[in-house]
């Protein structure tokens, strides 16, 4: 039976939105002995921290939870991003604009300034509204739970996907079900690289059951074992065989797994936080051309107003809709 010494997390925000990137979030973490793909499962890391999962805990603490939690219209994003930032000043992962944030935290990121100038030019300031100061102070203790139970910060990190991007990928592909898939195996691929035997935990993605097929396709060189397919778990197997080492890779979908999996929470923390930082540089470059202009959040009802407000300007300004309009 398998053993796997890392844990990878991955989980999206802003698949719904007319308006602004799809973003990938994903953080991995080092075990302090390797489990097996069940054990995985079975394995709380919010336990074995001694991490809040609940907003209330934060006063005693950082804490790891649903994004949908932590952040709301009406709560603002400072919440969101404190707890976010603890975890980026453990990595020493500070920034002082929004340019320098995305490079550290978005390797995987096909940078298209001269196609998409509304994330980065110019940068705005960074963070909103938590310090830099606080925020390593808050990171202390999570250094010493990490560091007492023999846990490492293996990646920490988002994949952003912008508006021209996701409009190929939905033009080759058919449906954004197949475009996030394709988006979420990049993610594996690049931590996998570096971390031969990896356990992968996923939210699931809709109401699907099957990713067998999917799997083998975007990982030609793996075969693909099934372990367990129903509608709230489905369960793979990947082995590169005859290579050093023989690489392997566990992959769970899992129905509602921000609420099992620490890592997933976090990784759904990550992608939300850039989300919204995306969309606070989107609407602050057009509120320069136009100061009038009411901000939006890029979902379909209020991102239909903001495009009837901006047709006029983003004429003058040369923006096609390819550029800056999700195709459904």
Same mark, same amino acid.
């Given at each position: 039976?398998?053993?796997?010494?890392?844990?990878?997390?991955?989980?999206?925000?802003?698949?719904?939105?007319?308006?602004?990137?799809?973003?990938?979030?994903?953080?991995?973490?080092?075990?302090?002995a390797p489990l097996t793909g069940d054990a995985v499962l079975k394995l709380d890391l919010w336990q074995a921290l001694g991490l809040g999962r609940e907003p209330k805990d934060r006063a005693k603490g950082p804490v790891v939870c649903d994004?949908?939690?932590?952040?709301?219209? /009406?709560? *603002? %994003?400072? =919440?969101?991003? +404190?707890?976010? @930032?603890?975890?980026?000043?453990? #990595?020493?992962?500070?920034?002082?604009?929004?340019?320098?944030?995305?490079?550290?935290?978005?390797?995987?990121?096909?940078?298209?300034?001269?196609?998409?100038?509304?994330?980065?030019?110019?940068?705005?300031?960074?963070?909103?509204?938590?310090?830099?100061?606080?925020?390593?102070?808050?990171?202390?203790?999570?250094?010493?739970?990490?560091?007492?139970?023999?846990?490492?910060?293996? /990646?920490? *990190? %988002?994949? =952003?996907?912008? +508006?021209?991007? @996701?409009?190929?990928?939905?033009? #080759?592909?058919?449906?954004?079900?197949?475009?996030?898939?394709?988006?979420?195996?990049?993610?594996?691929?690049?931590?996998?690289?570096?971390?031969?035997?990896?356990?992968?935990?996923?939210?699931?993605?809709?109401?699907?059951?099957?990713?067998?097929?999917?799997?083998?396709?975007?990982?030609?060189?793996?075969?693909?074992?099934?372990?367990?397919?129903?509608?709230?778990?489905?369960?793979?197997?990947?082995?590169?065989?005859?290579?050093?080492?023989?690489?392997?890779?566990?992959?769970?979908?899992?129905?509602?797994?921000?609420?099992?999996?620490?890592?997933?929470?976090?990784?759904?923390?990550?992608?939300?936080?850039?989300?919204?930082?995306?969309?606070?540089?989107?609407?602050?470059?057009?509120?320069?051309?136009?100061?009038?202009?009411?901000?939006?959040?890029?979902?379909?009802?209020?991102?239909?107003?903001?495009?009837?407000?901006?047709?006029?300007?983003?004429?003058?300004?040369?923006?096609?809709?390819?550029?800056?309009?999700?195709?459904?």
């Amino acid at each position: 039976m398998a053993h796997y010494q890392h844990i990878l997390g991955i989980d999206e925000a802003g698949l719904g939105p007319i308006l602004g990137p799809l973003t990938i979030g994903y953080s991995a973490f080092s075990l302090p002995a390797p489990l097996t793909g069940d054990a995985v499962l079975k394995l709380d890391l919010w336990q074995a921290l001694g991490l809040g999962r609940e907003p209330k805990d934060r006063a005693k603490g950082p804490v790891v939870c649903d994004s949908k939690t932590l952040y709301s219209p /009406a709560r *603002g %994003v400072k =919440p969101l991003e +404190e707890e976010v @930032l603890c975890w980026l000043a453990l #990595r020493g992962l500070e920034a002082g604009d929004f340019a320098a944030f995305w490079n550290a935290l978005c390797p995987l990121a096909r940078e298209k300034r001269g196609l998409y100038d509304w994330y980065f030019d110019p940068p705005e300031r960074f963070p909103l509204e938590a310090d830099w100061a606080r925020m390593r102070l808050r990171a202390q203790p999570l250094a010493r739970a990490l560091d007492q139970a023999g846990v490492g910060l293996a /990646a920490l *990190g %988002v994949l =952003p996907v912008f +508006e021209g991007e @996701l409009n190929t990928a939905l033009r #080759r592909l058919g449906n954004k079900s197949r475009a996030e898939f394709e988006c979420i195996t990049r993610v594996i691929g690049h931590v996998w690289r570096d971390h031969s035997n990896l356990a992968v935990l996923c939210d699931r993605q809709g109401g699907r059951e099957r990713y067998g097929r999917a799997l083998a396709n975007e990982f030609p060189e793996a075969t693909v074992r099934v372990l367990h397919e129903s509608p709230k778990l489905s369960t793979y197997e990947l082995t590169v065989e005859g290579v050093s080492g023989q690489p392997r890779l566990f992959v769970a979908f899992k129905e509602k797994g921000e609420g099992d999996h620490l890592p997933i929470a976090l990784a759904s923390m990550m992608a939300k936080y850039l989300r919204e930082l995306s969309m606070h540089q989107f609407n602050a470059w057009f509120h320069k051309h136009d100061p009038a202009l009411k901000p939006t959040a890029g979902y379909y009802t209020d991102g239909k107003r903001w495009l009837d407000d901006t047709a006029g300007l983003r004429r003058a300004i040369g923006i096609e809709d390819g550029r800056i309009v999700r195709q459904k």
